[in-house]
């Protein structure tokens, strides 16, 4: 996986984040975050897939199998959302912080990307 460092100031060292997709969301789900201690976005990705599952017991009259199967596809479909977009956000949240590019490689990364010229 590509990575992308991110600086402070001179005291602090240098974040080196993750760029790109990341897989291990589609298989571990909200316990990335966690096992990362990030505990915002575990709690968003707990609380939405908690959410999706109990509406839809509640409001779907189908077979208890096909529930089961619709809640495992409603997960997998948000983990694969939170995967493509996961440690974008965290780049992001980072440079709102007051963290900026540290070299010109990860600096040209997130222009491609357009979140640099985004939060400057």
């Known amino acids: 996986m590509e990575k992308v ?3 402070y100031d001179d005291v ?9 997709f990341t897989k291990e969301i589609l298989y571990m789900g909200f316990m990335y975050p966690f096992k990362k201690g990030d505990m915002r976005f575990f709690g968003i990705m707990f609380s939405l897939q908690l959410a999706i599952c109990i ?46 590019p540290m070299d010109y490689n990860s600096s040209e990364k997130l222009i491609k990307k357009g979140i640099y010229f985004k939060l400057q």
């Open 5 to 7: 460092y991110l600086k």
């Open 12 to 20: 602090r060292p240098c974040v080196e984040c993750d760029y790109g």
């Open 55 to 100: 509406l839809l017991i509640i409001l779907a009259p189908i077979p208890m199998v096909l529930l089961l199967l619709l809640c495992i596809i409603m997960i997998f479909m948000i983990n694969l959302l939170f995967a493509c977009n996961y440690n974008l956000l965290v780049i992001e949240r980072l440079l709102k912080e007051g963290y900026y």
